[in-house]
């Protein structure tokens, strides 16, 4: 009994550490938000990479739309369009909602896409994206990785904070068996946690 008890729980160790999300490589501080009151947003796409084999977007996208034409006639067009809008409906948004519910209700700093008003950008450079899988009596959690950058609106050669987060997980609870739903809970966690990093910054200032 010992045994089996001692196995789970390394078993759970060791899930949790693959699936875990880790801040790397953070250089600047977070002092020029204070007394802000709106950053905008944006979110770039431009090197992401796919997969464990990190193929482009473009590759990723041809190899599925393929796969899925050839097992149901059509089935890779429909899919396509989900993929296509799933930024603006599912990715973008979530990440959105999460740093309202952390910084914003903390703070009263507002996250916002297209305010060019406001002195500061936030940028989302999606750079990695690992879909995950739900096939019912298993499944694999996405991973997100990004780099968070915060740089003068109106000179963006000025970053003034950068961090890296690592395979941010998506997940829910219960099944999901969307591909860009499990993508969107990754931006959201990634937010999150972002959040709560920001927070904990700007108290030490």
């Not at 920001?198 to 200032?205: G, S, V």
Request: hydrophobic share 40%; charged share 30%; with cysteine.
């Amino acid at each position: 009994m010992k045994t089996k008890n001692l196995l789970a729980v390394l078993f759970l160790c060791v899930t949790l550490a693959v699936t875990a999300q880790d801040f790397q490589e953070e250089r600047g501080n977070l002092s020029f938000l204070k007394d802000q009151k709106v950053v905008n947003v944006e979110f770039k796409y431009d090197n992401l990479r796919l997969m464990k084999d990190n193929v482009t977007e473009k590759e990723y996208v041809d190899e599925r739309r393929e796969f899925l034409n050839n097992r149901n006639k059509g089935e890779g067009d429909n899919w396509l369009k989900k993929w296509e809008g799933a930024r603006e409906t599912f990715w973008e948004p979530k990440f959105l909602d999460l740093m309202r519910r952390t910084v914003t209700e903390s703070k009263g700093i507002a996250f916002q896409k297209d305010a060019p008003q406001a002195a500061y950008t936030l940028i989302v450079d999606a750079q990695w994206i690992y879909p995950g899988w739900d096939a019912w009596v298993m499944k694999q959690k996405a991973k997100v990785t990004t780099v968070l950058s915060f740089v003068e609106t109106n000179n963006r050669e000025n970053v003034l904070y950068q961090i890296r987060s690592i395979e941010a997980p998506g997940d829910q609870i219960g099944h999901n068996y969307s591909n860009e739903l499990r993508i969107g809970e990754g931006f959201e966690k990634t937010a999150k946690s972002f959040g709560k990093l920001i927070i904990k910054r700007l108290k030490k200032k």
